[in-house]
């Protein structure tokens, strides 16, 4: 009867051990054996661990994306004068009143187009849950439509993430990493009560 329980609790970890380092290669980590041996050793919290860990082949497709949208804006700016050159040119009277008018209200127009292509680029990146860059492109457009909202709710999603990765790596043994983790996390929920067992 103990035979039995041995073989399968020995085939459990070992079926979760596969798991979670073909996960680990999925999202992109080479080093699998490492997460083999995790796996086998603690199970299911080595499981959780890499579920949470961010993927990375999923963070390059990101990357390539955003700097598609990066050349598709500088496209943007670069044809911009051009078309206002042709509106002033057409549309306004040669007077140096009126020039100076059109010119003010085309530069304010091309700095609208500008904050509002940058509002959709964060909320892209928001609804993908790469809330990093979402943070970064919305805290460069703050006062624009409701960008302080998202602000808030991608430091949430941020703190969240990392408090899990934190209390998965301190049940995990690796004391050094949660320890960071808490740092980074400051007041967030108990952090910093975690933080003191350290000491």
């Known amino acids: 009867m103990n035979g039995w329980i041995?073989?399968?609790?020995?085939?459990?970890w070992t079926v979760q051990a596969?798991?979670?380092?073909?996960?680990?290669?999925?999202?992109?980590?080479?080093?699998?054996?490492?997460?083999y041996l995790l796996g086998f050793l603690?199970?299911?919290?080595?499981?959780?661990?890499?579920?949470?860990?961010?993927?990375?082949?999923?963070?390059?497709?990101q990357e390539a994306i955003i700097e598609k949208l990066d050349r598709i804006n500088l496209s943007h700016k670069n044809e911009t004068p051009r078309?206002?050159?042709?509106?002033?040119?057409?549309?306004?009277?040669?007077?140096?009143?009126?020039?100076t008018f059109t010119n003010i209200k085309y530069e304010i127009s091309g700095?609208?187009?500008?904050?509002?292509?940058?509002?959709k680029r964060a909320l892209g990146l928001y609804d993908i849950q790469n809330y990093d860059l979402a943070l970064e492109t919305l805290q460069k457009?703050?006062?624009?439509?409701?960008?302080?909202k998202y602000i808030e709710l991608c430091k949430e999603k941020?703190?969240?993430k990392l408090y899990f990765k934190a209390t998965t790596a301190y049940r995990m043994g690796e004391f050094d990493t949660a320890k960071k983790y808490f740092v980074e996390l400051g007041n967030y929920k108990d952090s910093e009560k975690r933080l003191s067992e350290f000491e």
Do not use: R
């Open 18 to 35: 596969i798991y979670c380092g073909l996960l680990a290669e999925k999202k992109g980590y080479e080093d699998k054996i490492k997460y």
């Open 83 to 99: 078309m206002e050159s042709s509106i002033t040119k057409n549309n306004v009277i040669n007077t140096k009143k009126e020039e």
């Open 6 to 12: 041995w073989f399968t609790l020995i085939l459990y």
């Open 141 to 148: 457009i703050e006062s624009f439509k409701d960008s302080k």
């Open 158 to 160: 941020i703190n969240k």
């Open 111 to 119: 700095m609208e187009i500008d904050e509002e292509e940058t509002y």
């Open 42 to 61: 603690f199970g299911m919290f080595t499981l959780l661990y890499v579920i949470g860990l961010p993927d990375l082949n999923m963070l390059k497709k």
